[in-house]
């Protein structure tokens, strides 16, 4: 007789069947004083041209300007997996010369979505919640400064308990390997010093091979990771074609280990630890936040605002939330463009099924 | 201000006499009435050799101050270009080197020799610059500082009993380090230069030059030329002091497309075709410092030390510091200053200092 077979060791194939089929969101915010290669950085990892329009202010213009938070939205496929990424880019952070609380927008707009999503989770319709917390937020730290500057500092530590960052020294062709490390090694006794939390890799489990465990390993060393970014090929001498910065001295490849950290970044950005970012923003950050937010109600000083005194999880009336910007309308209208998305493809995929089968029958004929 | 009044004061201060580093050669004049072929040699040409000789014997003084973001290459390309160790670099990474509340100024001079001629450089070092996150008015300690040189040498002119060679603690020049975001010049580098354009000779360079490709040099240097000139900012060489056809040339050509000088400072050497040059070795190539297809430190050094030194030097003298005097004996209503040194430029009030 054959063993019992139950048969829910396939269950992590449907799984993954069923989140192919809705595909995943990410969004990626970066911040860091302009000028330190942060569009090039983005446009290399994801092999887009996202910036393509952009103006450069002059420093006039850019005396009075104020933070702002741009949002942009991309698409990309890759052996039919879908992946919505949303970009959330801070111009004018640390341009002027007074930076105080120049984080403050930074800090609320992070905090926003997690309103948001408290709002969606707490509501009603809870079919269609769209995600649009910040999953992790790349620090671009000069590289010609001697570590972290106060200002990196203060943005730091009024955003390490709401989102993952992830330090990278941007425009890393200007150090030499010595100087590289030995600013790294920097950054890493600041980063403690000052008591930021970064995100954390988890280890590698015990059964994985040694390989992987030995790359791994590389990679927590190697933070922050120092990068260089470009979005033009240069042809070095015999070599074949690479992305690089071409220089009288010599050509910088952005794709070569011992010239920087870029492979490691995108490995772990995209290939290692993009579900992993999502569950600690989850699971730690997100849950931190409606913790924090929760017990600030419960609180006797805010029983005014919201006249009631018992809060639980199980009610899914009426939860007294933080006033929140966004309207209702707004938000159900979201809900509905995502339905009738989700219509669309379905309507493709079964004109597709069709053709197909007409096809098919035609043959036969 | 009259050039005539400048010559004058030359002859009566210029203590110190030093050699033209390119001398003109000696147009005779013609005397009324007497032919103007002389009648042999009478040897007025050796006045060049005699003031070689002097300045060689007395040194001359030359400050340079350098300002800019910690981290931007200061401390080295200053020991780069003067070849020795000048400057304490701040760079050594064993110490903890917290970054200062406030501006410090700190000078540091020191004697260096090269063909027999001693020149007594002082590096005057300006750290916290730019670094706070809150840099408003973070150039009134420096403004302040000069000031305060002037006001010295001020006092020292007006004694009744003069010292033979008055020390010139004057900035001559200086040197301000832009970073190479290869976007644009920041706010703060513009607020710098219109305050600071106007009390000493300003030399804008780009620091860490390694980092930007031919292009982008390129594109970058035209646009903080262009941001310049919009916002009304004269670094040195000023336009409005050439004197003649020959410098405005010269100069032109200087402002137009070599300004701001790109640069690179290193002080380790490495072995390139044979020869051990000055340069950074990353994984990629090795950075020449000297090389002029690499960077423009060269152009920098020969145009601080090699063609304008002296001119650094007469520009503060007869400009910058006779608008310091003649405002300062306006404000005391044409007489010699009692106590106190003059507030800054309107640009930026502050209450007067009563100078020691």
């Given at each position: 007789m054959d063993k019992e077979y139950v048969g829910f060791a396939a269950l992590p194939s449907q799984l993954h069947r069923k989140s192919v089929k809705k595909g995943f969101e990410f969004t990626l915010m970066v911040a860091g004083e302009s000028g330190l290669g942060k569009s090039t950085l983005i446009n290399s990892l994801f092999l887009t041209d996202l910036y393509k329009d952009r103006l450069i202010p002059d420093a006039s213009a850019r005396l009075s300007q104020t933070l702002t938070i741009e949002r942009r939205g991309v698409e990309i496929e890759e052996e039919g997996i879908k992946v919505k990424l949303t970009l959330v880019d801070t111009p004018g952070f640390g341009d002027a010369v007074d930076n105080g609380d120049c984080w403050m927008p930074v800090v609320r707009f992070i905090e926003e979505q997690f309103e948001q999503y408290l709002r969606d989770e707490s509501g009603l319709n809870r079919k269609n919640i769209q995600d649009s917390r910040v999953h992790c937020c790349l620090y671009f730290i000069s590289p010609f400064g001697r570590g972290l500057r106060p200002l990196d500092v203060a943005f730091l530590r009024a955003v390490h308990d709401k989102v993952n960052i992830v330090p990278v020294i941007g425009k890393a062709d200007a150090l030499t390997p010595k100087e590289t490390q030995i600013l790294k090694q920097k950054i890493r006794e600041q980063l403690e010093e000052q008591e930021i939390n970064i995100y954390q890799f988890p280890d590698c489990d015990s059964d994985e091979d040694e390989d992987f465990k030995k790359q791994d390993a590389e990679m927590k060393e190697s933070i922050p990771f120092a990068v260089i970014g470009s979005s033009t090929v240069v042809r070095d001498g015999a070599t074949r074609p690479v992305r690089g910065r071409l220089y009288p001295w010599g050509a910088a490849?952005?794709?070569?280990?011992?010239?920087?950290?870029?492979?490691?970044?995108?490995?772990?950005?995209?290939?290692?630890h993009l579900q992993d970012l999502k569950e600690v923003t989850h699971d730690l950050l997100y849950e931190g936040y409606r913790a924090r937010c929760l017990q600030s109600l419960a609180r006797p000083g805010a029983r005014e605002r919201t006249g009631r005194s018992k809060?639980?999880?199980?009610?899914?009336?009426?939860?007294?939330?933080?006033?929140?910007?966004?309207?209702?309308?707004?938000?159900?209208?979201?809900?509905?463009?995502?339905?009738?998305?989700?219509?669309?493809?379905?309507?493709?995929?079964?004109?597709?099924?069709?053709?197909?089968?007409?096809?098919?029958?035609?043959?036969?004929? | 201000m009259s050039k005539g009044f400048a010559e004058n004061r030359t002859d009566v201060t210029m203590s110190e006499l030093v050699a033209e580093p390119r001398p003109k050669p000696a147009v005779p004049m013609k005397p009324l009435g007497i032919s103007s072929n002389l009648l042999g040699y009478i040897g007025i040409d050796t006045i060049i050799e005699q003031m070689r000789k002097k300045t060689m014997k007395t040194g001359f003084d030359f400050n340079i101050m350098v300002v800019g973001q910690s981290g931007l290459g200061k401390s080295t390309l200053i020991n780069t270009l003067f070849k020795s160790q000048v400057s304490r670099k701040s760079a050594s990474w064993n110490?903890?080197?917290?970054?200062?509340?406030?501006?410090?100024?700190?000078?540091?001079?020191?004697?260096?020799?090269?063909?027999?001629?001693?020149?007594?450089?002082?590096?005057?070092?300006?750290?916290?610059?730019?670094?706070?996150?809150?840099?408003?008015?973070?150039?009134?300690?420096?403004?302040?500082?000069?000031?305060?040189?002037?006001?010295?040498?001020?006092?020292?002119?007006?004694?009744?009993?003069?010292?033979?060679?008055?020390?010139?603690?004057?900035?001559?020049?200086?040197?301000?380090?832009?970073?190479p975001t290869g976007h644009s010049l920041r706010p703060l580098d513009l607020e710098f230069m219109k305050h600071l354009s106007k009390v000493v000779n300003i030399v804008p360079i780009i620091a860490k030059a390694d980092t930007m490709t031919l292009e982008e040099k390129m594109e970058f240097k035209q646009r903080v030329r262009k941001e310049l000139e919009v916002n009304g900012?004269?670094?040195?060489?000023?336009?409005?002091?050439?004197?003649?056809?020959?410098?405005?040339?010269?100069?032109?050509?200087?402002?137009?497309?070599?300004?701001?000088?790109?640069v690179v400072g290193s002080d380790k050497e490495y072995q390139v075709n044979g020869k051990r040059v000055l340069g950074r070795k990353t994984p990629w190539g090795i950075i020449e410092v000297e090389n002029l297809t690499h960077c423009e430190f060269a152009l920098l050094r020969d145009f601080v030390i090699r063609t304008h030194l002296q001119d650094l030097k007469e520009v503060t003298h007869n400009i910058h510091y006779e608008t310091y005097r003649a405002r300062r004996l306006n404000d005391n209503g044409g007489l010699p200053p009692g106590e106190g040194v003059l507030p800054p430029a309107p640009a930026s009030p502050c209450p007067a200092t009563i100078a020691e």
């Open positions: 490849e952005v794709e070569n280990p011992h010239h920087c950290d870029f492979l490691n970044l995108r490995r772990m950005l995209v290939q290692t809060l639980s999880r199980q009610s899914a009336t009426e939860i007294p939330l933080p006033m929140l910007p966004l309207a209702d309308t707004e938000k159900l209208i979201r809900e509905k463009d995502e339905e009738l998305r989700r219509m669309q493809e379905m309507l493709e995929k079964m004109q597709a099924q069709m053709q197909q089968s007409q096809g098919e029958q035609s043959d036969v004929l | 110490r903890e080197e917290k970054i200062p509340k406030t501006v410090e100024i700190k000078a540091i001079g020191h004697v260096i020799e090269e063909g027999g001629v001693k020149m007594k450089l002082t590096v005057i070092d300006t750290p916290g610059f730019g670094d706070q996150i809150n840099n408003e008015n973070c150039w009134e300690p420096i403004e302040k500082y000069i000031n305060e040189q002037y006001e010295k040498f001020l006092k020292e002119e007006v004694n009744i009993a003069r010292k033979k060679r008055i020390p010139d603690t004057r900035v001559h020049c200086c040197l301000y380090f832009i970073s900012i004269e670094f040195y060489p000023q336009k409005e002091f050439d004197e003649d056809l020959e410098d405005k040339t010269e100069n032109d050509k200087i402002r137009q497309e070599s300004m701001p000088f790109a």
